[in-house]
């Protein structure tokens, strides 16, 4: 199998090249770190908090979730992983994760080792940057739930974070303007933007009735992408997804 | 000026010696790093959001916080930065700067390039791995600080929060187990925690009363570290500074 026939085709190949525009050697490269492929079940705890020497996970397929849990049992999501995602990254280079992953739908990944990362940098170090860029998505991503639970309202936290999923799975071929497949529960959704569950349908039901977003049957429709967009205030800089930058 | 002793000083190679054992080219690639000096007045603006081509600024001196305005003129501070810490280090990546940073205090720092950092890249591969370590660190902090406003209580936050500037401190040499110097007034700790500023002082004078912790005249004295610590929930295992894990 051709490396660079591989690597093209994943969504973690065309994830990068929004940000550079990757050579011969960077996609061979990379698809040495797809060798050790997976499959999880919905539900599979893929690191758990405290564990020494985890594995990175890069998500081929599915859907996953990190958190944290607190001394009282609550959990708080930190963010979702979509395909094109690498799963564990911040921990890998830890001495104990910080954090927990867990599979939401059934997933494929490929698992990664941190001297994978090591050799793959050192052999390309234009990965490295790209790995950087994608390192620092993901934090833009948690500040803005940050700012979510810091400074907006519930509903404009919902909006905000459907608007968001919309754009990165919309990078990665899984979602168009119209909207997306999503196998999020109200409790997900509770535990990511720190509402109850019942507070969660409230304002998904009051959005639907504003003609705005509909989320029923596992599909997020935007029914008004412009309204919504005003009143979330989404401004997708902070995704830096507008075409290669580096090439 | 030789370009290792430089390096070995500064507190970011101080910093990054905590994950990686630096070589000697890892040292001098470094040092070439801090050769754009600059000094800041405090408030001055680093980097606007939404800015194009900005740079990154190692901080060698002096405090610094990176915040989100929100439309309605709200503040949400997502962290500040101490001496070692690398300012605007995910927006250099970005077409556009995903948040704002301002000195605190009078600063200096080393201005570092988008190209500088590729090129330090291709120099030294470890590098790059220690660069990403520090980034991964970064958002763990701002994990936590989400985790702050989602699920804990305004005492615990603030007692977390103290504990952590207090770790980060030490590690560059500016903070021992007794406590720190802090220039932070009760707005910006208002406008990190997502509390009103006289929320904040009546949360200081009550762990002040209960023995824990005093932040007065720009000081903070952990009266009783061990206490603060279990109030906290404080697990300083997110920040992996216990000693070098790769040599």
Same mark, same amino acid.
């Given at each position: ?26 996609? /061979?490269? =990379?698809?040495? %770190?797809? *060798? #050790?492929?997976?499959?999880? !079940?919905?539900? +599979?705890?893929?690191?758990?908090? @405290? ?92 500040? /803005?739930? =940050?700012?979510? %639970?810091? *400074? #907006?309202?519930?509903?404009? !936290?919902?909006? +905000?974070?459907?608007?968001?999923? @919309? ?81």
């Amino acid at each position: 199998m051709k490396g660079g026939v591989l690597s093209l085709d994943s969504p973690l190949s065309r994830k990068l090249s929004v940000f550079v525009a990757l050579s011969d050697t960077d996609l /061979e490269t =990379l698809a040495s %770190l797809y *060798r #050790r492929r997976r499959r999880f !079940r919905s539900g +599979h705890e893929m690191v758990h908090e @405290g564990q020494k020497n985890t594995s990175a996970f890069i998500l081929a397929k599915g859907w996953a979730c990190s958190y944290k849990m607190l001394p009282d049992g609550a959990r708080q999501i930190v963010d979702f992983q979509v395909p094109g995602d690498i799963l564990g990254l911040r921990s890998i280079l830890f001495r104990t994760a910080d954090h927990s992953i867990e599979a939401i739908t059934g997933i494929e990944v490929s698992e990664v080792l941190a001297p994978d990362i090591m050799n793959a940098f050192a052999n390309a170090p234009r990965l490295a940057t790209a790995v950087l860029w994608a390192a620092s998505r993901d934090e833009a991503m948690v500040v /803005e739930h =940050l700012v979510d %639970l810091g *400074r #907006r309202s519930a509903e404009v !936290r919902m909006a +905000h974070f459907l608007l968001e999923l @919309g754009e990165r799975l919309k990078l990665v071929g899984v979602g168009d303007a119209k909207g997306f497949n999503c196998p999020l529960t109200q409790y997900h959704l509770a535990d990511a933007l720190g509402l109850s569950a019942v507070h969660v349908n409230r304002v998904l039901r009051h959005l639907r009735e504003e003609g705005l977003v509909t989320f029923r049957k596992g599909r997020v429709v935007f029914d008004d992408f412009a309204r919504l967009t005003e009143l979330a205030g989404f401004e997708p800089g902070y995704l830096d997804q507008d075409g290669p930058r580096l090439r």
